[in-house]
């Protein structure tokens, strides 16, 4: 059951995709399910992938998933691939369970944003970006979740813009 340990960073950021493009004409309820389920769901592979994980032979460690090669400069190469082993797979579980746990919470909190599906998106993304910062298998897609979970910070501390104190603290 290990084999599909990739797909844990995908699900939020399928759902992200949805929330960015048709937030705005989804109700309430169908935002908050499909925000929370997604971070459910990577968690539930989380789980099943820790347990797989578990069961195989520490020499074969580190279980890496490549999608496709992604930048070839001469002898230079880095592929959008993920790996598995016991600190990414414990990483991957805090993260989908903690952001899960935030996600129920903000359902309630958000309940009467006018943004709600924006602050879901970002929410969302900011998941996304945190597992591909623990399960990249290179330097320079992790990287990318660095730079991705800095972005979301941003968006997230800013998020109530109008007000004069969150724009302040979001420069």
Known sequence: MTDIFWLIPFIPALSTLILAIFGQKLPKKYISFQACFAVFASFVISVISLVGLL?????????VKNLFSWIHAGSFKADLSFQLDPLSAVMALVVTGVGFLIHV????????????SRYFTYLNLFTFAMLILVMSSNVVLMFVGWEG???CSYLLIGFWFEKHSAANAGK
Do not use: F, H, R
């Not at 069961?55 to 279980?63: A, I, K, R, V």
């Not at 919470?105 to 709600?116: E, I, L, Q, R």
């Open 55 to 63: 069961q195989t032979s520490p020499e074969n460690y580190p279980l």
């Open 149 to 151: 979970v800095g972005l």
């Open 105 to 116: 919470y903000s359902v309630g909190y958000m309940a009467n944003d006018k943004s709600y």
